[in-house]
């Protein structure tokens, strides 16, 4: 009786231990979301690019339905680099699946991924990026994820640590 109780007590400590993990893991906590088997390609890929900030330029002009950017760098490899950082985030958009939960406006980006329409095009140097939308709150989202990326180029991995806020819905 009293193997019984413990062998069912285990099993609801160890369900509840699932339980958190999995909520974990949907918060972007504690590493690679299981099942996404290109987390980790991903991450050293924008791990490189955020250690070398320094080598990347980016031009952001806002337009009217949403931003226009081009980033490049001199350094081939570096060119490379954010090539395929950029094709790899067309897909989780695409899909969606999403990285970067914890950060709200990371978070909200892929809650309306639906909404967003991305263009990417390679130049000689890197890419460039046209991302708009119909809807005039997700635009704001669109404009203020480009600057953050523009915040990432400049400061990163200091940048990377730190939340981001979601724009307010009306001016
Ligand atoms: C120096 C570092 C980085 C560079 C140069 C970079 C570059 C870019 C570029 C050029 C785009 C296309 C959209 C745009 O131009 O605004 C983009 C999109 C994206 N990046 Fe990065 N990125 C960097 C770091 C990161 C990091 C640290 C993350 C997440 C952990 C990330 C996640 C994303 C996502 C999710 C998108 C697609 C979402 C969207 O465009 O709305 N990036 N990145």
Known sequence: MKRKYLTALTTVIFAAG?????ALAQRGVGGP???DAQFATDRDTFHFLLANGDKIRR??????GGVETITESDDPEVAGKI???VAAMYLRV???SPIRMRDPLFAEIFRNADKIDM???DTAKGIKATETSKDPYVVKLIQEHAKVVSLFVKHGFDEAH??????KKQP
Do not use: C, F, T
């Open 33 to 35: 979301r299981r099942g």
């Open 18 to 22: 699932l339980l958190r993990a999995d």
């Open 119 to 121: 263009k990417v095009q």
């Open 59 to 64: 031009d952001v002009k806002n337009l009217p």
């Open 94 to 96: 695409e899909k969606p």
């Open 83 to 85: 090539q395929e950082h």
């Open 162 to 167: 730190k939340s981001h806020a979601i724009p």
